[in-house]
């Protein structure tokens, strides 16, 4: 323990710098602080990455989120709490305020302790269903860690997520590994756009109250089964803020974190719930999949002049974005994951252009995206419009508006050079050269002498 | 004032005292129609009027500061969000140039004047010189030299004509009216004379008038027209010939550098006639060289036949060319002129303006007074001496009573016509009972016969006065009308058209006057606590003045060159929020500005004027906008309980409503324009939140919320904050919706 005090303090002097991008002030909510040490390893992990760890409990009288109107945390981690109601500090009005001021939330239940009230209204605002009574376990008759739970079956031993949607980072996933769930609750998400399972259960997991339903479990009463189910779900607010959903807060345990699992007719393994919990709640608290834009510039392809405010109709343009990503302590050029493009729109009202942005330099900490296009032949006042909105990577939204006129007066091809307009000029100078040749003639001809 | 006119009337006798009394008069005549124009400085401030004039102003600002070139291309992007417009070649540029060259020639003689103080004034000013164009202008018509004067008197106090120059109505009309009668006295001028010079003046002065006004095709058509009643009358001259054709080679050549016409002289319906008279008098000219060649009856008869059949192959090509597609048909505006019907059923945006609407019978007096009484006699006496100019008058009052008839806002036009035709009347009148001579006897009066002019009835023998107390009753009467008319005329020029609109003025019990400024005091909230770009919709009337006052970026404004864009707007003000939502969203809106009088009695506001933004809406969108829906099932526009479902779900009702009931104590609120009884449930609103209400609740601005943070819809977001808890997700019946990842 000792040892790895000393290790961690050592790292916290060589990461003091490095924080996450969302700021340092973490708050861990938990019934008690001295309950504190048996998530020794994981706080002390994350108090290595630089968080400045408080720990509170409901029950605190001091405990306020906002003060003077600012946020006084970065980052909140709730771990269980026997607390019906979380007072009223923490009701569910102050935490989507919290969500709203772009501050970050991890939220780790257990089935062995009701979730609060406080927090259940928070998860359905956000279209997160938990399981009746706030109580519920998800067991797995065939995914079960034989050592802990060979009765009960309540520890569940999945294999770590891979490739979880097309697309997509890989932040979580830890191919070959497997992860331990003890005393998970399962959640069930709606179809909210901002939502993402991480860990679903198997097809043969379920939830059940073991309380009330541990004889019988009625078809109708089934809260969740299989898939539907969700053991740690993310959402990512329109702001960037993060909240995540860990179905068991017991595997950020101490006894959890690099416990040994065997599965039914498997080996006994190492479970990667350390790297798991690491990776959890450093894309929760902003030290991962968080996107930069350093900058946008858009010319004429023959101009100098950066981000004119107004073009003409067919000009022809480029575009360039410059991207970084944060990768816990250092930000490095974003690359974008396999089968994903990044895309410009030009648009007004609807897009003229979309076009798909190519990498065009990369630089230490930045990668150079561009395009040149030509402007369509429609004026108006037109958007550069770089909409990047991916689960896991906080949302780049760039809008650059900028006019596009018609044609000067003076920009049109004279007369002379269109061809059509030939046998016009020709009838001009017909006419002109007729009207001075007639007077010529009329004022030099000698007046016919009277004849009568 | 008509105690001055009938100076020269009561007869000094050398010529340069008459002139300068002329002048000194004419001076005051001009004085006295800026003077009254006045009215609205003095009880208000200098301060431009009502919608149009602001945008005028906006465009003089930016001509000013940028220069004329920049003015020519410019491409506007702060209206008609996100469509823009081509500004620069979408306008009459007359009237800013006019104000740009006053503005930079006072600069260059160091008298340092506000724009906006020549916007304001320019209008009264150009009165001034309306009142001299209609003195010259009459003097053609006729020989008595105080018709000149009265007609100028007339002019410049003619409400008609005030309605559209108060000081600070900054319009197209200011100017275009002094260039109407100018451009008319030029026409006169030329066809007298058959002067290729003042032809071409008259040209150049129609090349202004097309640059100031879209009325310029009122000129257009009317030369064309008394050109062909003249031939008609078969008063074909060279003079006629040389000053037609003159005027319309230079004159359209003129009007088509301006950018907003360009080529529409050869390509719409409206300018076809000037075209097609055009080559009728080459004919005609051809015809009288051939026929002063060679004589003959019957040649002349067949050549007769000729002309009628290529006049009507002509109107044949033209109708063909019409229905091909190389000729643009009548616009809607020129078709509600024939078919007052027209605009109500197909062009609702059209009908909707009030400008727009048929006169009613009282406003003639209204505008003109006496004038519209002694306008008959002074057409009468036009065809008692029926030369070139007199059918002119003839023919400018038929077309001028029609259209005044047909379009309040053409009222404008049929002012000159009446001033000159009413003059003429009243002139006579003084001329014969003002004079001291007894009449002669009426045996000697047997003048020589006049053979061209006059209609055959109207050559009656001349009667003389012979009672002094004739004399002294009928100029006495004549006197107490004219009082009648300055009195008149006073009256409805400071209570009437001296309004600015922006800012209203209520009588407070004591009889002092109190304003109401709800207008400037929200331009000016916008101005200052919203973004330099901030998205505004509100209904097109609104458009010039958030432009000009708050200087933020609107939808649609006054400029209605785009119908779908405005029905648009309709469509997402009277539509439910879920509805609107989506459209201000794609619109970039950022906050919706309503007016609503409900409060003050202020009957103009935006609930009277809903049901044209239905109408507009329905127009493109039949399906889901529909007009039916807002009527009660027994035909009634209600606002009270008894209102439709669709009429309190739309965006309108909502945001006029919302929150108003809470300024009255329970079961109380009341609509004072309407007057009925509110409910005391108000409206609740979801995607929008009251931004700002002005002090009488005339103007409330509604921010657009963004999308919920967290990804639930609005109506939940709100019951949410209101503490209203989300009813068990749980607690589901039916099959379970899944999620499909």
């Known amino acids: ?452 | 004032m008509a105690a001055k006119t009938q100076g020269p009337a009561v007869g000094y006798t050398t010529e340069s005292t008459r002139t300068l009394l002329r002048v000194v008069i004419l001076c005051f005549i001009a004085a006295a129609a800026i003077s009254s124009r006045l009215f609205s400085v003095i009880r208000f401030e200098s301060i431009i009027h009502e919608f149009d004039p602001w945008f005028n102003f906006r465009a003089t600002k930016y001509l000013v500061a940028n220069g004329f070139h920049k003015f020519w291309d410019w491409f506007d992007d702060r209206t008609w969000h996100p469509l823009g417009r081509v500004t620069g070649g979408t306008l009459y540029p007359g009237l800013m140039v006019t104000s740009g060259a006053i503005y930079h020639a006072l600069r260059t003689l160091t008298i340092p004047v506000d724009i906006r103080n020549i916007c304001v004034l320019l209008a009264p000013a150009c009165s001034g010189l309306t009142a001299f164009a209609t003195y010259l202008l009459t003097n053609e018509m006729t020989t008595s030299p105080s018709a000149g004067l009265l007609a100028a008197v007339f002019m410049g106090i003619a409400p008609g004509y005030i309605s559209r120059s108060v000081a600070g109505s900054y319009d197209n009309e200011a100017i275009a009216i002094f260039l109407l009668v100018f451009t008319f006295y030029l026409w006169i001028k030329a066809l007298k004379l058959g002067s290729m010079l003042w032809g071409a003046l008259c040209a150049l002065f129609y090349g202004y008038m097309v640059a100031s006004w879209g009325g310029y095709a009122f000129i257009t058509c009317l030369l064309p027209v008394h050109a062909l009643v003249l031939i008609c009358m078969g008063r074909y001259s060279t003079r006629l010939y040389v000053s037609y054709t003159t005027w319309y080679a230079l004159g359209t050549l003129a009007s088509m550098q301006i950018p907003f016409v360009g080529f529409l002289p050869i390509k719409t319906s409206e300018h076809m006639p000037a075209l097609g008279i055009f080559g009728f008098i080459q004919l005609i000219g051809f015809i009288q060289y051939v026929r002063s060649a060679i004589s003959g009856r019957q040649f002349q008869t067949f050549l007769v036949t000729i002309l009628v059949a290529t006049f009507g192959l002509g109107l044949l090509g033209l109708v063909a060319l019409t229905s091909l597609g190389y000729v643009a048909p009548w616009s809607g505006r020129f078709y509600s002129l024939w078919d007052t019907g027209y605009a109500k059923i197909h062009i609702p945006i059209i009908a909707s303006v009030s400008e727009h609407q048929p006169t009613a019978w009282p406003s003639f007096f209204f505008d003109l007074n006496f004038l519209i009484w002694l306008f008959p006699a002074g057409v009468y006496l036009c065809f008692q001496d029926l030369k070139d100019e007199h059918v002119f008058v003839v023919v400018y009052a038929l077309f001028g009573s029609y259209f005044a008839g047909v379009m309040v806002r053409l009222m404008l036009t049929l002012t000159p016509v009446v001033c000159v035709a009413a003059a003429m009347a009243a002139s006579q009148i003084l001329d014969t009972y003002l004079s001291w001579k007894s009449a002669t006897p009426p045996e000697e009066q047997e003048a020589p016969k006049k053979v061209k002019g006059g209609l055959r009835g109207s050559d009656k023998p001349n009667v003389g006065i012979y009672s002094n107390l004739t004399k002294v009753m009928v100029s006495g009467s004549m006197l107490v009308y004219l009082l009648m008319f300055v009195s008149h005329c006073t009256w409805v020029t400071s209570n009437a058209y001296s309004s600015p609109s922006v800012v209203l003025a209520s009588r407070m019990p004591d009889g002092s006057q109190h304003i109401i400024d709800d207008y400037r005091e929200a331009y000016q909230w916008l101005r200052q606590n919203t973004k330099e770009d901030a998205k505004i919709m509100s209904w097109w009337d609104y458009g010039y003045q958030i432009g000009g006052m708050a200087d933020r970026p609107t939808l649609v404004d006054n400029n209605t060159w785009n119908n779908t864009h405005i029905a648009t707007v309709g469509k997402a003000m009277s539509s439910r929020e879920e509805v609107s939502y989506p459209i201000m969203r794609q619109h970039e809106v950022d906050y919706v500005l309503v007016v609503f009088g409900a409060l003050l009695g202020y009957s103009g506001d935006d609930i009277n004027k809903f049901l044209w933004m239905v109408r507009i809406a329905e127009g493109i969108w039949p399906d889901e906008v529909k007009e039916r829906d807002f009527f009660t099932p027994q035909g009634e526009y209600r606002v009270d309980e008894g209102a439709t479902e669709t009429m309190k779900n739309s965006l309108m009702y909502k945001m006029s409503y919302y929150n108003y009931a809470s300024l009255f104590p329970a079961g109380q609120a009341a609509d004072r324009v309407r007057g009925v009884r509110i409910p005391d449930q108000g409206p609740v609103l979801n995607t929008l939140e009251e931004a700002f209400t002005s002090e009488n609740w005339i103007i409330r601005i509604y921010k657009v919320k963004d999308l919920d943070n967290i990804g639930r819809d609005h109506a939940n977001a709100a019951a949410f904050e209101r503490g209203q808890k989300k009813k068990k997700p749980t607690k589901k019946r039916g099959a379970r919706v899944l999620r499909v990842d």
Not at chain 1, 120 to 147: A, C, K
Not at chain 1, 316 to 322: E, H, L, N, R, T
Not at chain 1, 348 to 365: C, I, K
């Open chain 1, 1 to 452: 323990m000792w040892s790895l005090l000393s290790v961690a303090a050592a790292l916290f002097a060589a990461a003091a710098s490095a924080v996450s991008t969302g700021g340092s002030r973490l708050l861990v909510v938990l019934d008690d602080v001295a309950e504190k040490d048996t998530y020794g390893q994981f706080l002390g992990d994350l108090a290595a990455r630089g968080f400045d760890v408080s720990y509170e409990t409901p029950r605190s009288e001091g405990l306020t989120l906002f003060h003077l109107g600012e946020r006084k945390y970065d980052h909140l981690l709730f771990l269980p709490s026997k607390v019906k109601g979380l007072g009223p500090n923490l009701t569910p009005n102050r935490l989507v305020d919290f969500v709203n001021a772009q501050g970050n939330i991890l939220v780790a239940l257990s089935s062995t302790v009701p979730a609060s009230t406080s927090l259940v209204s928070l998860l359905s605002e956000l279209d997160v269903s938990l399981p009746i009574e706030r109580t519920g376990t998800v067991v797995d008759h065939f995914n079960y860690d034989t050592v802990s739970a060979a009765e009960s079956h309540d520890v569940l031993v999945l294999d770590a997520p891979s490739n979880i949607r097309p697309g997509l980072k890989s932040y979580f996933e830890l191919p070959g590994g497997v992860l331990a769930f003890p005393h998970a609750v399962g959640h069930v998400l709606g179809s909210g756009p901002l939502l993402t399972p991480v860990v679903r259960a198997p097809a043969t997991a379920y939830s059940y109250n073991p309380k009330e339903q541990s004889e019988i479990l009625d078809a109708d009463e089934l809260f969740a089964a299989g898939q539907q189910l969700a053991l740690v779900s993310v959402l990512q607010a329109r702001n960037s803020a993060r909240v995540t959903v860990l179905g068991s807060a017991e595997m950020l345990q101490d006894k959890w974190l690099d416990a040994k699992v065997t599965r039914v007719g498997g080996k006994n393994v190492k479970a990667d719930n350390k790297e798991f919990a690491r990776r959890v709640s450093g894309w929760t608290f902003q030290e991962i999949g968080v996107l930069r834009v350093n900058g946008v510039e858009h010319q004429l392809q023959e101009s100098d002049e950066l981000n004119p405010e107004i073009y003409r109709i067919k000009n022809d343009v480029s575009y360039s974005i410059s991207l970084s990503e944060y990768s816990w302590d250092k930000w490095v050029p974003f690359t974008l994951p396999e089968d994903d493009v990044l895309q410009l729109e030009f648009s007004m009202l609807s897009p003229f252009h979309r076009l798909d942005l190519a990498r065009t330099g990369t630089t230490d900490d930045a990668a150079v995206y561009g395009v040149s296009f030509t402007l369509p032949d429609q004026h108006g006042i037109f958007n550069f419009k770089v909409n990047y909105k991916r689960s896991f990577l906080t949302y780049v939204e760039e809008k650059n508006t900028v006019s596009v006129r018609h044609f000067a007066h003076d920009e049109w091809p004279r007369s002379f050079v269109i061809s059509g307009a030939w046998p016009w000029i020709s009838g001009i100078g017909a006419t002109v050269s007729g009207f001075v040749g007639f007077c010529a003639i009329w004022m030099y001809s000698k007046p016919a002498g009277k004849k009568n």
